[in-house]
């Protein structure tokens, strides 16, 4: 584990007890506004205990979402890992095709968990009357809409983001109006911490930040810029140019995320409590016999590591049994041998259930990505030096993994921008890619937006079905679950957004 990952003022046995209240009271809402909301409970012991669980939830997610949503959908989605491997359930099966029930899961489970969790968390920080948690709290609730919207399109936010545990058959939002108003709201979140340095209460549960509002402070300027320059080209045809611009150039105006405050969260090590909430891709590679769960990384993401001496490739990965570093490839029908593929190393997936002491962390929003927003932004015409933020952001990933940097931004071609503007943005748009291993979902809204993926048009060796013939998925459907429940405000959504299939873009997917 990188040293600079550690957060060393949180001990198992403090990870243990909140997990443990938290996954208990998940059955319900009202056992767990209940137990959550004890008067018996002390006051930062409530607020911790709800803070650990949302941010687990959230952000390194059970189990079954991470397994369905960060792996099997968006990480091949991604073009960065694949099932595609002899040996595995999901050898040469075509990786585009949804599954409802997956597909139910994802959008079920994190509103179930997640969103109502943070609603609890709101009242908690309402009722100790403590500002700054109410607004980490909001925060975090921008981030998961942020993601969710990503996913399906229009969804709830406005009135899921209301301090009250229950709420029925919320209305959707477009996914503009979603984007306008988390990007506002933020900027109002950040302006409401000021120079505050005051630590919320329940500090202990905040796994990210260990309550300090002024790094929370700079993830919500951080993720404005995520999320702007995401939406840009989306604003400007919209005739919003003079919007996104000022939003962009404020967010490069005010501190930005580095080395020394980046959002990662670190996993439980104890095998019993990783299965039972943050189940990440350790759990499903070693949680089962032989080699039916398992995955490999893609040719694509092996090839920009290892054809341009990347210190990170023995890092992330581990030579095949027959030797040498290679992938396989999404969608492809026959798939290849187990023997030949290179393997995700401990730093993914530990070396079992039992000795996961060697894994990263969970990318939040990380020094890497940020730098990469920073050179984006240069490229594009706004402040900066697009080649140093892309070096830096090269440095940081390599830093992550715990690789050495040697003389590799020195010596190797591809760790300068050169050609183009267009040339250099896909420079980064790429070194971005690699450094987001792990965060499929973040890696998946990357590609779109930036065409990075080209559509598959073999048939023959590779699957080319509809409703995305050979392209990237552009989104999820919606739940199944959802459609009986608020039947009346998701055909509202899909009348206003499109057929509700996979090939129908989103508001900000302009290519």
């Not at 040293?3 to 208990?24: E, F, Q, Y």
């Not at 920080?125 to 969710?148: A, C, E, H, P």
Request: charged share 20%.
């Amino acid at each position: 584990m990188n040293n600079r990952n550690k957060k060393n003022s949180i001990k198992i046995a403090n990870i243990a007890l909140i997990l443990i209240v938290i996954a208990s009271t998940f059955s319900c809402t009202s056992d767990f506004e209940e137990i959550n909301r004890n008067p018996n409970l002390p006051t930062n012991a409530r607020a911790e205990n709800l803070l650990g669980g949302v941010q687990y939830f959230t952000f390194a997610e059970p189990r079954f979402v991470s397994w369905r949503g960060n792996l099997l959908y968006t990480s091949q989605f991604s073009h960065q890992f694949t099932t595609n491997v002899q040996g595995t359930w999901w050898a040469g099966v075509d990786s585009y095709k949804n599954d409802q029930g997956w597909t139910n899961g994802v959008f079920d489970q994190p509103y179930k968990k997640s969103s109502i969790n943070l609603r609890a968390l709101l009242i908690e920080y309402q009722d100790l009357n403590d500002i700054q948690g109410m607004v980490i709290t909001r925060i975090m609730m921008s981030m998961f809409t942020q993601k969710m919207t990503d996913i399906f399109g229009n969804v709830p936010h406005k009135e899921i983001i209301v301090p009250q545990i229950e709420v029925l058959s919320p209305k959707y939002e477009t996914q503009k109006e979603i984007y306008k108003f988390i990007i506002e709201d933020l900027k109002e979140q950040m302006n409401i911490i000021g120079a505050s340095t005051e630590t919320i209460n329940g500090a202990k549960g905040d796994f990210i930040y260990q309550g300090d509002p002024q790094k929370w402070k700079v993830l919500a300027n951080t993720l404005r810029l995520r999320m702007a320059l995401r939406s840009r080209e989306a604003f400007i045809a919209d005739g919003e140019s003079n919007f996104i611009n000022a939003v962009i150039n404020d967010c490069l105006a005010n501190p930005l995320i580095d080395d020394t405050n980046e959002a990662t969260l670190e996993r439980s090590k104890e095998p019993l409590i990783n299965a039972n909430l943050d189940g990440g891709f350790e759990d499903v590679y070693w949680g089962f016999a032989g080699l039916g769960s398992k995955w490999v990384p893609t040719e694509r993401y092996v090839s920009l590591l290892r054809d341009n001496n990347d210190p990170r490739l023995g890092e992330i990965l581990t030579e095949a049994e027959n030797g040498g570093y290679k992938g396989s490839f999404v969608n492809i029908r026959t798939a290849p041998e187990w023997e030949d593929m290179a393997k995700p190393s401990e730093k993914i997936i530990g070396k079992g259930l039992s000795d996961l002491k060697d894994q990263v962390n969970v990318m939040v929003l990380t020094a890497a990505e940020s730098n990469f927003l920073q050179a984006e932004a240069a490229l594009l015409g706004y402040a900066g030096n697009a080649n140093a933020s892309y070096q830096a952001g090269i440095s940081s990933s390599i830093r992550f993994w715990g690789a050495e940097l040697g003389t590799f931004i020195a010596s190797e071609p591809i760790a300068t921008l050169s050609g183009s503007n267009e040339e250099q943005l896909t420079q980064v748009y790429n070194q971005r890619w690699l450094a987001s291993l792990t965060n499929g979902y973040e890696s998946w809204s990357l590609v779109r937006r930036t065409n990075l993926i080209p559509q598959i048009t073999d048939n023959t060796n590779y699957w080319v079905s509809q409703p995305n013939n050979g392209n990237v998925p552009n989104r999820l459907p919606y739940s199944s679950t959802e459609k009986t429940l608020n039947k009346e405000n998701i055909t509202a959504a899909i009348q206003q957004q499109g057929p509700d299939e996979m090939n129908t873009k989103l508001w900000w997917d302009m290519n």
